[in-house]
């Protein structure tokens, strides 16, 4: 057992009795309505450490969802809210009003954008930003005479949000159950992915795509939206070569390129944003997240003049309450001087590719079909056949001190992108551990029932 696991905070004072009384009046996400869970209550953090109501502290291998990117209890973010707060913690941008870090952010967010972003709309997250952008998008084509364009193109294992319109281009099934409208304005494309395709991956997709283009008619289609590297279904970047031929189709047809960099953006991948890695030039890029790195919910979605020009003269009737909040905004700017001054988005490829290195070698066993990453954005995938035994993963790596997440075949890791070196030779170590350890499950040999021993 890691003493890091057993040793006990005098700060933590809530009972697990006590969670379970007091999760009696809450909806949880992603949980069975009617049967109780017992969720985890977290009650601190400091760094890439966290430490839950029971006492026991983990690394957490999961930023949240990938959101705090300078770690927990950062002093200057907590600083920089107090000040504004102080000042002014929110206004409405309605009615010709805006506020001053709402104004100076957006200067910022211009000069780090991959080049050609000029302009910035604000919300108060990731859903909210995809469903702005896809309106946007819609509104430039009417704006430009070309109302029939009304179509999305997404791609099979997309995650996009929860909110309609990024639902619709959501390809993942299990967030549509039971919701038969849910995919009206979308045309999905296939999954992305290099290692299930082959090595003509890439031209089976552009093939794909300029066929389905066809097939619809391009004056049907408004834009295409895509992760740069698919976060939720397991950290998949695209096989080489495929943005830029994907961009020069969509150009060819008047298609706008939305990149989602909800996930990607403010240094997980290695740098600012994963567009430039990828050769992506982006009409519209959504981002959320690590913007703020979670400490107030915020998000920004960045538009090229071109997409400005489209739009010209169009009366933007959308805004909510929250988009442009002066205290968000100002622990946004705190938060981008944190990760340049620290240098995070090159700590992000250093320990990406540190910790990639070290779990390589799983790839050796027959449960495991692959491990992949791209700056801090890693994934052991495993083989349909472990996943039964895979679910067991968080409960043994948390008994080692390790906040892990795996959903549900992937082991995913998006740590902080302070997390210490030691801390993340760490999660090496257990991850390494207790994949090896499935192979003492029956269920992880092919052929044999989901069961385990
Ligand atoms: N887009 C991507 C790529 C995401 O990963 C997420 C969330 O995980 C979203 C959009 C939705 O963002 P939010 O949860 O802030 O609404």
Redesign the pocket.
Known sequence: MNPQASRSRSRASVSPDAVARDISSLLLPHAVVGSPASPRCMVGGRGALLWDSSGRQYIDTTAG?GQCAVGYGHPQLVQAATVQMQRLASFPMFAGCVNEPAMRLADRLRAIAPTGLSKVFYTS????G?ETALKFARLAHVNSGASERTLILTRKGA????TAG?LAVTEIDAFHHGLKESRQLSIPLSLPHARPLGPDATDILINELEQTIAAVGPEHIAAFIG?PVL??SGMIPAPPGYWPRLQQVLKQHRILLIA?E??TGYGRTGDWFACPQQGIEPDIMVT??ALTSGYIPM?AVLFSDHVIDMLHGTRLTHGSTFGGHAAAAAVALANLNIIEQEHLTARAAKLGTQILQQLKPLEELPWVEEVRGTGLMLAVELTPHATAAARELPARAAAEGVLLRNSPHNVCLTPPLVITDAQAQHISDVITTEIRTLGQTRSTRAGTASETV
């Open positions: 969802l997250g990731g859903s909210e995809v995650y996009h949000g929860i990024a992760e976060g939720v989602d909800v996930a959320a997240k998000g």
